[in-house]
């Protein structure tokens, strides 16, 4: 079972940093990828970055490209989005994801199990 839990969401002005973890309790962490997906309102959902099983490869949508960095932790089972440079357009609730493919969440937008989400509000 993989059990999602965010936190790491909240206010901040633009150019500056946040850090979201997702933090699986089930026992199966090392087996699925992982990744971030963003809900603005009154928008689609949209793929942000996603990291495979073995933390070897990384996946990022264009406009996060060299501002955000995905990362996982196995020894203590969470993932990590470290988010620099953020801009108004970034706010948005973000939601971590598992699903056995980056390219389900990249192409699909989805995950297989979802956490709660968590809010991240950039100020201009």
């Known amino acids: 079972q993989v059990l999602l839990v965010e936190s790491g969401g909240g206010l901040v002005q633009a150019g500056g940093s946040l850090r979201l973890s997702c933090a699986d309790s089930?026992?199966?962490?090392?087996?699925?990828?992982m990744g971030w997906l963003r809900q603005a309102p009154g928008k689609e959902r949209e793929f942000v970055a996603a990291i495979s099983w073995n933390g070897v490869i990384t996946d990022y949508v264009d406009s996060v490209k060299g501002r955000f960095t995905v990362s996982r932790d196995f020894a203590k089972n969470t993932m990590a989005l470290q988010m620099n440079s953020l801009k108004p357009e970034d706010t948005a609730v973000y939601y971590c994801?598992?699903?056995?493919?980056?390219?389900?969440?990249?192409?699909?937008?989805?995950?297989?199990?979802w956490g709660q989400g968590t809010q991240v509000t950039v100020s201009s």
């Open positions: 994801t598992a699903s056995n493919s980056i390219g389900i969440m990249r192409d699909q937008h989805r995950g297989d199990y």
């Open positions: 089930g026992r199966t962490f090392s087996s699925y990828a």
